[in-house]
């Protein structure tokens, strides 16, 4: 843009120069006139002359505006940003990735140095020391699994880098600004909870249960394993067995494959940690034909409740789905803001969550003593879903 301008002005310079010049060799060239004619004949080359003052003028300005940008982008006009995801594991981590990479644009002033950790914890590390080396501005980590992080931590504060947590937490360090994330005990919690009133509804007696987690040691699993087992050690269920599924769809289906094997005609009750573990997991009980979805033999019960999640359970497959918000990149940017401005951010950020099922999976339900709301899925819900 800029290098169009100086050249259009450079081009109204040497016209104006031209004309500046012809006018003055001109005047001497010209023969010898009456008096009166004189002045008109000067005219022009003042003129020429004032325009070629005006354009260099010009010039000038637009060249000091080009040097003024380019000094401001070299010195970091725009905030550069590290951020180590996770990965590519689910639907969830798809609309956290596109969330940060909207938000920490070019156009909103971010230089964004992404990384998919692709669920591997020693490169999550490498990512963040490389941060460090680039030396950004903010670092933000989204923590594979919640221990093991305070030496490079120490390490992004020697470096006087401020650490941004997103979704999962760190347990075993405090050396970062603020945490923006859901609350994942709330969400094992909430399940339990609603399973307990929504047994009592149907005339359930026993429940027995599998659980497919998530990646084990990560906050997310931790918290929605821990807040579910409580509820069913109050309710004395049966958990029949827990493993990892890895938060992914074939992680799921293939846990789904031996429970299926192991605990034929046993299980009235599936918890998958998230959405993706549960698409796995309804194939291999469509392959096994277990049936499940409201009405049916199996509670499927489902984290995250994406959009895709939420087909399933309009389709009626996952009986009730618990939702965890991906969109917390517009939160982390505030925290920047704050920090950008010299102020004090808050040090944990609860990003809210809802619950969803079918109207006639929708149960009263408290947790700790706070009465929850469920939202029914509709068209307009999957809709605005993400
Ligand atoms: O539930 C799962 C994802 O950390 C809350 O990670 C997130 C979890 C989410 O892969 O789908």
Same mark, same amino acid.
């Given at each position: ?27 001497? &060239?010209?023969?010898?006139?009456? @008096? !009166? %004619?004189?002045?008109? $004949? /000067? +005219? ?5 002359? #004032?325009?070629?003052?005006?354009? &260099?003028?010009?010039?000038?300005? @637009? !060249? %000091?505006?080009?040097? $003024? /940008? +380019? ?5 970091? #006009? ?309």
């Amino acid at each position: 843009m800029k290098k169009k301008l100086i050249s259009m002005l450079l081009t109204g310079v040497m016209a104006a120069s031209l004309l500046a010049g012809c006018g003055g060799t001109a005047a001497p &060239a010209a023969p010898a006139a009456p @008096a !009166a %004619e004189a002045p008109a $004949e /000067e +005219a022009p080359a003042e003129e020429a002359e #004032e325009k070629v003052e005006e354009v &260099a003028e010009d010039v000038e300005e @637009a !060249a %000091e505006e080009v040097k $003024e /940008e +380019a000094a401001d982008a070299g010195s970091g #006009e725009l905030i550069s940003v590290g951020f180590a995801q996770v990965g590519h594991e689910s639907d969830w981590r798809t609309a956290s990735t596109k969330s940060c990479q909207d938000v920490f644009s070019k156009e909103n002033g971010y230089d964004l140095s992404f990384v998919d950790c692709d669920n591997d914890e020693a490169a999550q590390k490498e990512a963040v020391r490389s941060f460090i080396e680039q030396g950004v501005d903010y670092i933000i980590i989204d923590p594979i699994i919640a221990t093991g992080w305070d030496t490079v931590l120490t390490e992004c504060e020697d470096a006087g880098i401020p650490v941004i947590v997103i979704d999962r937490t760190i347990d075993d360090s405090d050396k970062y600004v603020s945490w923006v994330g859901s609350d994942f005990l709330t969400e094992g919690k909430a399940a339990g909870e609603w399973l307990k009133a929504y047994v009592d509804a149907q005339g359930i007696k026993e429940v027995n249960a599998l659980i497919i987690q998530g990646t084990i040691g990560s906050s997310a699993q931790i918290g929605r394993t821990d807040g579910f087992q409580e509820i069913a050690d109050r309710e004395g269920w049966t958990v029949l067995d827990k493993q990892t599924g890895d938060f992914t769809e074939a992680g799921g289906q293939e846990v789904m494959e031996s429970y299926c094997k192991s605990y034929a005609g046993k299980f009235n009750v599936v918890i998958c940690e998230n959405d993706n573990e549960a698409f796995g997991a309804m194939t291999a009980m469509d392959n096994a034909g277990v049936k499940y979805g409201p009405g049916n033999d199996v509670i499927l019960i489902s984290y995250d409740a994406c959009t895709a999640g939420l087909k399933e359970v309009q389709a009626g497959k996952i009986t009730a789905d618990f939702e965890c918000n991906p969109l917390a990149a517009p939160t982390v940017e505030g925290v920047i803001k704050t920090l950008e401005s010299g102020g004090t951010p808050e040090a944990q950020i609860l990003v809210p969550d809802n619950w969803y099922a079918l109207k006639d999976a929708i149960v009263d339900f408290s947790v700790d003593g706070n009465a929850q709301k469920m939202i029914e899925v509709t068209d307009e819900v999957i809709e605005a879903q993400y």
